[in-house]
């Protein structure tokens, strides 16, 4: 007898939750900034993920997951803006999986998803250098408000925590 899994009904509930579901314009706009603060955030801990985007400046790299879309334009000092409505992207990624549960079981296992890629070639392969090799240090910027020890602290738990899920998800997959 074949066992189910006990969060096999999250399948059909994502799905029934984001199907249809289209946010108010000010919440998109509000969360594609809050979004573009985030990914310059990191992207200027890593000097060379900046000098690989300065050369790609003023291309548009659109984004898409079934009816979410974000377009980014690429600026001179290689970091990300939010592109002017109707700009024409040089390199589209639409996510092909169109689960949000095996998408964040995708990304729990440190997979990327499935893409479709359209557009320029340069700019897909530094795109996809950034993805592989820039990764966001939330431990150091943790220390920056509560000091080194508890920061290291807090951060090693969290990477617990977060070892024994992939543990979990990977079981159950």
Known sequence: METQSPFSFLNGLAERVTSGLQPPEWLVHETHQR???FLNHVLMQEPAA???LKRQKGSVVRTQ???FTVALLITPAGLFNVA???AIPDLRLDIAEPSPL???QTAMRGDKPPVRIDGDVQLAADINW????VRWDVEEDLARVIGDAPAHML???CRNAAQALKQFVGSRT
């Open 35 to 37: 979004m573009v603060l």
């Open 50 to 52: 900046t000098e690989r």
């Open 65 to 67: 997951w079934r009816q």
């Open 84 to 86: 002017p409505a109707g």
């Open 102 to 104: 095996a998408l964040a």
């Open 130 to 133: 950034l993805v592989d090799h």
């Open 155 to 157: 951060a090693q738990g």
